[in-house]
């Protein structure tokens, strides 16, 4: 992966961020929680590359120039931040159940998107064979889910507090016709 692609493709997750942020109404409070969840999301996602290429089950090669591991960084941060955003709607319209399904898709659909990418970008990524690393994928994938949402949601708060939040009309607020 060159530094060129790097950049190419964090200015495309820069537009689906700002594409995002007006879709969800997201507060500034929101936005920063999110920008949070995804640098804390993206320093998960570096220690897994590494251990997944430390342990054999995939190799991902870096350019040698001094910037390219902060380019890469900062990248795979903007491009999980609007993540955040989607989980933070859906916990405020589904709760916890609905997070925890998103999760689950997000462990299904992770492994077989990346897979794509290596066989797509074959200098970009090489994956090991069997099993093993597929579900290190998987579970990289949670772990950057459950942990930039909880990031997001320290900074923030909780979504059912938002000025978005559903409230329930209280029997006395009612008005009978």
Same mark, same amino acid.
């Given at each position: 992966m060159t530094t060129q692609e790097i950049i190419l493709w964090t200015c495309a997750y820069l537009i689906e961020l700002g594409a995002v942020i007006y879709f969800t109404r997201a507060s500034a409070r929101r936005v920063e929680g999110a920008v949070v969840g995804g640098a804390a999301a993206g320093l998960l996602g570096l220690g897994a590359i590494a251990l997944g290429e430390a342990l054999g089950w995939w190799h991902i090669p870096f350019a040698s120039t001094t910037f390219f591991l902060p380019l890469f960084s900062i990248g795979l941060a903007i491009s999980l931040t609007p993540i955040y955003l989607v989980t933070w709607r859906l916990a405020r319209r589904f709760g916890w159940r609905g997070l925890a399904v998103f999760i689950g898709i997000v462990a299904v659909i992770g492994p077989p998107r990346d897979y794509l990418i290596a066989a797509t970008f074959p200098?970009? /990524?090489? !994956?090991?064979? &069997?099993?093993?690393?597929?579900?290190?994928? @998987?579970? +990289?994938?949670?772990?950057?889910?459950?942990?930039?949402?909880?990031? /997001?949601? !320290?900074?923030? &708060?909780?979504?059912?507090?938002?000025?978005? @939040?559903? +409230?329930?009309?209280?029997?006395?607020?009612?008005?009978h016709v």
């Open positions: 200098k970009w /990524m090489v !994956f090991a064979p &069997g099993a093993i690393p597929i579900l290190a994928d @998987a579970a +990289t994938y949670i772990g950057m889910v459950a942990v930039g949402h909880a990031m /997001m949601r !320290f900074i923030a &708060g909780p979504a059912s507090e938002d000025r978005l @939040a559903r +409230t329930r009309l209280k029997a006395d607020q009612t008005t």
